[in-house]
């Protein structure tokens, strides 16, 4: 059941893609906070974090992106990294509008989301008062081989909406089994990427990795350590490269890639380490 402060809505994007986000305000706000999700996946399924997140009296908004969950467009499918960063900004600026003065403005991605959002502060530097990053994809969990990412490059120039199978092993998402059961059955859960989606995220990642030190604002980075699908020893190399004196890295030996869905006790250990960053930076 929803929540009665909760507001589902869309907005258009910069090419008039309808974009879906939903809305949680706080009682009594204390900050304002924006999730961006990972590859295939929605908002929706983040609907315990921003529970959590909303209990601390931080208001939060969640999108869709495009070609994702309740939002148009093809699914797994982007012309250029940037549509995601543009649709992002549009998130964050209706989350900023009419913010009462002296509150903070953070951020949060997870996976696919947590490479959107450690991105966007680095081109956007001053727009948020702090980023959190879960398992963040800045690198994939198994090597690309060469023949596939050169043919990934000419698809990507002569038939760049050609669909592929994202081949995600959904049984290393968690270790509980019925997150995964919910996630292979969940209707808005998709498994596409096209071939420009594809080498449009591996530039993404490169830079992103390249331009660490233009982040300034406090970083929170939540690792899984048995990470499947993205490179957790990438991310711990990126957290080192960081050259803001606020950083954070909280690392999970066992866990798998979607640690805010874990086990219950793994599950509230993630969570809380969550809280306690946020309650300091707020």
Same mark, same amino acid.
Not at 205 to 226: F, Y
């Given at each position: ?7 589902? !809505? ?22 304002? =906070?924006?999730?961006?999700?990972? =590859?295939?996946?929605? *908002? &929706? !399924?983040?609907?315990?974090?921003? $529970? ?11 999108? $869709?992106?495009?070609?994702? &969950?309740?939002?148009?467009?093809? !699914? ?13 900004? @549009?998130?964050?600026?209706?989350? @900023?509008? $009419? ?11 997870? *996976?696919?989301? &947590? ?21 963040? #994809? ?43 059961? #919910? ?7 998709? !498994? ?20 660490? #030190? ?14 499947? %699908?993205?490179? #957790? ?7 080192? *490269?960081?050259?803001?004196?606020? @950083?954070? =890295? ?27 960053? %946020?309650?300091?930076?707020?």
């Amino acid at each position: 059941m929803a929540k009665t402060n909760d507001i589902n !809505r869309n907005f258009n994007a910069d090419d008039g893609l309808s974009l879906f986000y939903r809305h949680r305000r706080a009682d009594k706000e204390v900050a304002r =906070l924006v999730i961006a999700h990972g =590859l295939g996946e929605h *908002s &929706g !399924r983040y609907s315990h974090v921003i $529970d959590r997140i909303a209990n601390m009296g931080i208001s939060v908004w969640a999108l $869709d992106h495009r070609g994702h &969950g309740q939002s148009a467009g093809k !699914r797994g499918h982007i012309d250029s990294m940037d549509q995601y960063r543009n649709d992002f900004k @549009k998130m964050v600026d209706i989350a @900023k509008s $009419d913010m009462p003065a002296g509150i903070k403005f953070l951020l949060l991605g997870h *996976s696919m989301g &947590g490479l959107i959002v450690l991105n966007f502060v680095e081109t956007h530097t001053n727009i948020a008062d702090g980023v959190i990053a879960s398992s963040p #994809a800045l690198n994939p969990g198994m090597k690309v081989p060469v023949v596939k990412g050169t043919v990934a490059k000419i698809l990507s120039r002569i038939r760049p909406s050609l669909t592929f199978d994202n081949e995600l092993d959904s049984s290393f998402l968690s270790h509980d089994p019925h997150i995964v059961e #919910a996630y292979n059955n969940d209707p808005l859960v998709h !498994r596409n990427i096209t071939a420009r989606w594809f080498t449009e995220f591996l530039s993404a990642m490169e830079n992103t990795r390249l331009s660490a #030190a233009r982040i300034k604002i406090p970083v929170l980075m939540q690792v899984a350590g048995d990470d499947r %699908l993205v490179h #957790a020893a990438t991310s711990k190399h990126f957290f080192e *490269s960081l050259t803001t004196k606020d @950083k954070t =890295l909280c690392f999970y030996d066992h866990l798998y890639h979607e640690i805010y869905n874990e086990r219950n006790g793994d599950r509230e250990k993630v969570l809380k380490d969550l809280e306690n960053w %946020l309650n300091n930076h707020i």
